[in-house]
């Protein structure tokens, strides 16, 4: 998502600090409202670099398309819960990586919650029925033994 800074702040090294840290553009008050609306479309037009550009996955399987949150199978279109797409976003902008079950536990139940890998066994035999040809020999959702998931396309 692009981000665009607002500020009162107009120095050259609040504007270097800021881009630096991954801001897509500045803009300092006061400022026309034409310009701030023009920037902001400007910004949504610009391709993003990293995994996200990658929006749609497509397998032998099925085809995933994280950016209309689809996921197709055989033609016809699988339905995932909340839970399923967080899981299946997170590892498929992993980019094949390993996540591990901890990160996995934190983004899909919180920081605070107790680890409870049991939850997401859960989660991911969940998404396999709906993924997997065969659920029972994965292709897709791999298991990393003693570490986490990864999606292999």
């Not at 981000?3 to 026309?32: H, N, Q, W």
């Amino acid at each position: 998502m692009p981000v665009v800074v607002l500020s009162a702040r107009a120095t050259s090294d609040d504007m270097i600090e800021a881009l630096d840290a991954g801001a897509d553009d500045y803009v300092t008050k006061p400022f026309d409202m034409g310009e701030l609306l023009a920037r902001l479309r400007a910004a949504t037009r610009r391709p993003r670099s990293g995994p996200e550009t990658e929006a749609v996955i497509r397998t032998d399987a099925f085809t995933l398309d994280l950016a209309l949150r689809t996921l197709t199978r055989d033609g016809d279109q699988v339905r995932l819960t909340p839970t399923e797409w967080h899981l299946v976003e997170i590892l498929a902008r992993a980019g094949g990586r390993v996540v591990s079950q901890r990160a996995l536990l934190d983004e899909l139940r919180g920081p605070g919650v107790p680890s409870q890998s049991h939850y997401l066994r859960v989660y991911v035999a969940q998404l396999r029925r709906k993924l997997e040809p065969d659920p029972s020999a994965p292709r897709y959702v791999l298991t990393e033994p003693g570490v986490g998931y990864r999606l292999v396309v």
